[in-house]
């Protein structure tokens, strides 16, 4: 029998901590792990993609999805710097990540060989555990490590091997003396720790002597619905959501308020600068400039992560434990609180918000507004579906008009922000669910960047449905050109692209809308279909992506735009004139 190879114990090893599933591309220098896969694809499935960008992102998907460990692996030099994209979209969302990668023989590196990339030395800031394995004794223990530490801290974890390391034949007898033959095993021990008594105490005395309780909710809180429920009844708050827990409570909840920020709703920013006591469940939002003002409220924050602690808003209590059972324990704690005129307030505001949704994903107008399609799209989603959203304009369609439902699980680049991994994700999260409904929710900017992956769904049958808001814009960076700096719009626009056809082309079926009149029936003929489709909707360029409240400096730098020559200003005018006359209406 054939001894095990130093690949053979890295894949083992991975199997041994669940792995069933690693997202790549084949290369020269990782051929001997490409064999150790092969000889293993009973237990393991690679799924091979066209770019190793879409290997990160899907890794990235698919750790959000499943809460295991997410696996891509890419060849020496050019294949391992382009998983750095989707390696910090992990970091930064705080999911664990294994990135695989390879390096030349040994005894040439740093001698200016090919793909003479040290890529341990690359991923230095990205992966928080980060080895090159020295060895055949070595891999035993890197990769145990690594597969703990990136699910223990939900981490970014990077293992590289030269090629000819990698097929070398492991010999128990070449360990070093401390070494000592298995010493490491593959096994991963959770806390279940509560906060302190005196801080649970601490926090409920603050929140019960508050008069406008706000809970802030991310992704740290998604899958607690019912208890984040049960506090907000109790106390008499409001539930907004960061984007990342933006599924954390179904948007049918009577609690919550949607959405915060510049892609949020008029209730959720209201409360927020309303708030005299925030509670933060599971969430580092960034966008400080939106939440209250430092001194203008108390603030609880719930957190797996002690260095989280303060780090957006100033804190008055740190609650740190699973937020699920910290909610458990403050419940008791907490002063049934009736009437509940701050939690009212904002229901009757949410009523009017979603009536001014509906009133914008119905119009009829041409050419085609981009909310008709993500309010009639939303309708239709089954209660399993998994929606991975693009970055951009495209986030404030899916952030504002598509209705989450319980059950549903939504995501998309949270803190990186970058664009195209929403295709990735979903090839994750169809092949680990394969009976699920999912959507690519995206814009033609970010789709372009990966689509070459969307024959990736074809090549496996993964049905999976892309959703393209063609605008033929960088449309955010548009628009923060001209209201953020008050400079007109330049670089922005995109050459048209008929993806449907593009569809066509890889071998899936291809879908096309311009016409609010038949966009129901499009998206009924585009979801029924039964394997991977792309429906591309051509839709209003000039449609902007509005803030909650639209400040007077907004509007200064928006007129100085237009003064400097914004293209097509005329158009960009009548559009958001005619939006705001008829809210006003």
Known sequence: MAKQTVAD??????????????????????????????????????????????????????????????????????????????????????????????????????????????????????????????????????????????????????????????????????????????????????????????????????????????????????????????????????????????????????????????????????????????????????????????????????????????????????????????LDALLPLLQEREPKPFLETAQKSMSKWWERMEERGTRQDKPMKPQVVSWELGKRLRDDAIVSCDSGTIATWWARQIYVKKGQMHSLSGNLATMAPDLPYSLAAQVHHPDRQVIAFVGDGGFSMLMADFVTAVKYKLPIKVVIINNDSLGMIKWEQMVFLGNPEFVCDNAHIDFHLVAEAMGGKGFHCDDPAKICDKLDAFLAHDGPAILNCDVDTHEAPMPPHLSLEDARQMAKAMAKGTPERGKIARTLGGNLVREIV
């Not at 019960?208 to 706000?214: D, F, R, T």
């Open 9 to 326: 114990v890295l894949v083992e090893t991975l199997v041994e901590w669940g792995v069933d599933t690693v997202f790549g591309l084949p290369g020269d220098g990782v051929n001997g792990i490409i064999e150790a896969f092969r000889t293993r694809q009973d237990e393991i499935s690679f799924i091979q993609v066209r770019h190793e960008e879409t290997a990160a992102f899907a890794a990235c998907g698919y750790a959000k999805y499943t809460g295991k460990l997410g696996v891509c692996v890419a060849t020496s030099g050019p294949g391992a710097i382009h998983l750095m994209n989707g390696l910090y979209d992990a970091k930064l969302d705080g999911v664990p990540v294994l990135a695989i990668t390879g390096m030349q023989f040994h005894d040439l590196i740093s001698t200016r060989t090919q793909q003479d990339v040290e890529i341990d030395r690359t991923f230095a800031d990205v992966a928080d555990y980060n080895a090159r394995c020295m060895g055949p004794a070595h891999m035993r223990n890197v990769a145990n490590m690594a597969c703990r530490q990136a699910l223990a801290y939900s981490q970014v974890a990077h293992i590289t091997t030269p090629v000819d390391i990698q097929s070398m034949e492991v010999d128990e007898d070449e360990r070093s003396k401390r070494n000592v033959a298995g010493h490491n095993t593959s096994l991963l021990s959770r806390s279940a720790r509560l906060p302190d008594e005196d801080d649970m105490k601490a926090a409920a005395d603050i929140i019960n002597e508050a008069k406008k309780p706000l809970i802030l909710a991310g992704r740290g809180a998604l899958g607690q619905g019912d208890r984040l429920e049960a506090v907000a009844e109790k106390i008499g708050a409001p539930i907004c959501k960061a984007l990342l827990g933006k599924a954390a409570v179904p948007d049918d909840s009577p609690y919550t308020t949607g959405p915060v920020g510049l892609l949020g709703t008029e209730p959720s920013q209201d409360a927020l600068e309303e708030t005299d006591c925030l509670i933060i469940v599971g969430s580092s939002w960034p966008y400080i400039e939106f939440y209250p003002q430092p001194g203008q409220a108390r603030c609880i924050q719930i957190d797996l992560d002690p260095a989280r602690i303060g780090l957006r808003y100033p804190t008055d209590v740190g609650l740190i434990g699973d937020s699920g059972g910290v």
